[in-house]
């Protein structure tokens, strides 16, 4: 994944069924045949901004990522994601200065059709 001019990462944090803690990380890009390509969940044993950080430059750096080439980060609402004083997208942003946040619209869109769907009358 060496040839990747930019990329840009998704990463969202939850427990699933079993209430383990994961992580997805999508990391998206664009070949120079202008395909667009995403890759993708990793068990955490703990998801706190910290940690959650640390495990986004090891996987850059263990899918040999330039970490120069990240152009943008992308993350829910909740505080340890994108909080301004201690979250990740701050923690990325202060090794990644160009690195852009843009919160994800899709997790509000999400909380309205879960709200929405909770009173349809069957």
């Known amino acids: ?3 990747i001019k930019a990329y ?5 944090e939850t427990k699933d069924a079993g209430k383990i803690a994961q992580m ?5 890009f ?3 045949s202008f395909n667009i390509h995403e890759k993708a969940c990793f068990h955490m ?5 910290q940690h959650l950080a640390k495990e986004i430059f090891k996987i850059i750096a263990d899918n040999n ?15 340890v994601m994108s909080g301004k004083y201690t979250g990740v997208q701050l923690r990325i942003s202060n090794v990644i200065q160009h690195a852009v946040y843009i919160h994800c619209y899709a997790h509000r869109l999400n909380l309205c059709l879960i709200n929405t769907i909770q009173n349809v009358h069957y």
Not at 8 to 12: K, R
Not at 24 to 28: D, K, L, P, Q, S
Not at 65 to 79: E, T, W
Request: net charge negative; glycine share 6%.
């Open 65 to 79: 990522l330039d970490i120069n080439r990240c152009v943008g980060q992308c993350y829910d609402g909740a505080s």
């Open 24 to 28: 997805c990380f999508i990391t998206r």
């Open 1 to 3: 994944m060496s040839n």
């Open 30 to 32: 664009i070949d120079q």
């Open 45 to 49: 044993k703990k998801c706190d901004a």
């Open 8 to 12: 840009s990462i998704l990463v969202d």
